[in-house]
T-cell receptor, first 113, second 113 residues
Framework: DVKVTQSSRYLVKRTGEKVFLECVQDMDHENMFWYRQDPGLGLRLIYFSYDVKMKEKGDIPEGYSVSREKKERFSLILESASTNQTSMYLC????????????FGEGSWLTVV | EDKVVQSPLSLVVHEGDTVTLNCSYEVTNFRSLLWYKQEKKAPTFLFMLTSSGIEKKSGRLSSILDKKELSSILNITATQTGDSAIYLCAVEDYGGSQGNLIFGKGTKLSVKP
């Protein structure tokens, strides 16, 4: 079974703190994604990566950056957390050009106070 | 701009009812349409549809794609309380060299005993 693991499930951070959300997948997938999910807004793509050290902006990249130093790991970074970044963050992975399903992690609930 | 619209946004039914969830899309380079069920955590895959008119079934759930109408429906018959969830529709947009998923906002289904 494909496993996408988000190491932090629940975090509370202060405004201005730097926040790292880590995601690891174990199926050698080329593509990895970070979404945030908010009530009434659905899933919105923040960044995605289709190869090591490659990244592409999604729909809402402002205030975020990402890092993909190894194929299996995709990190989301909030350089200076703000209260409007309180949300549920979902990591996902998929095969390159698979026309296939995307596999999600369990989600990370971030509260910025 | 590419978009995916789901309706209704929320729905309350009683056990045993049949429900139909709708998903319409406007996407430049359509590749596939996917349905996911999300309970408390990560979305889980239900169906992937690529061809018009071919019904996919899994137990009490079924789905079909209409490429002419740019839409899909998800049917759930004889609903149970365990069907309560957010149902997400996503369209894979195969723009350029990289596929990407565009999500709708989801339909929140509540099934009352």
């Amino acid at each position: 079974d494909v496993k996408v693991t988000q190491s932090s499930r629940y975090l509370v951070k202060r405004t201005g703190e730097k926040v790292f959300l880590e995601c690891v997948q174990d199926m050698d997938h080329e593509n990895m994604f970070w979404y945030r999910q908010d009530p009434g807004l659905g899933l919105r793509l923040i960044y995605f990566s289709y190869d090591v050290k490659m990244k592409e902006k999604g729909d809402i990249p402002e205030g975020y950056s990402v890092s993909r130093e190894k194929k299996e790991r995709f990190s989301l970074i909030l350089e200076s957390a703000s209260t409007n970044q309180t949300s549920m963050y979902l990591c996902a992975s998929s095969l390159w050009r698979s026309g296939n399903t995307i596999y999600f992690g369990e989600g990370s609930w971030l509260t910025v106070v | 701009e590419d978009k995916v619209v789901q309706s209704p946004l929320s729905l309350v039914v009683h056990e045993g009812d049949t429900v139909t969830l709708n998903c319409s899309y406007e996407v430049t380079n359509f590749r596939s349409l996917l349905w996911y069920k999300q309970e408390k955590k990560a979305p889980t895959f239900l169906f992937m549809l690529t061809s018009s008119g071919i019904e996919k079934k899994s137990g009490r759930l079924s789905s079909i794609l209409d490429k002419k109408e740019l839409s899909s429906i998800l049917n759930i018959t004889a609903t149970q309380t365990g069907d309560s969830a957010i149902y997400l529709c996503a369209v894979e947009d195969y723009g350029g060299s990289q596929g990407n998923l565009i999500f709708g906002k989801g339909t929140k289904l509540s099934v009352k005993p």
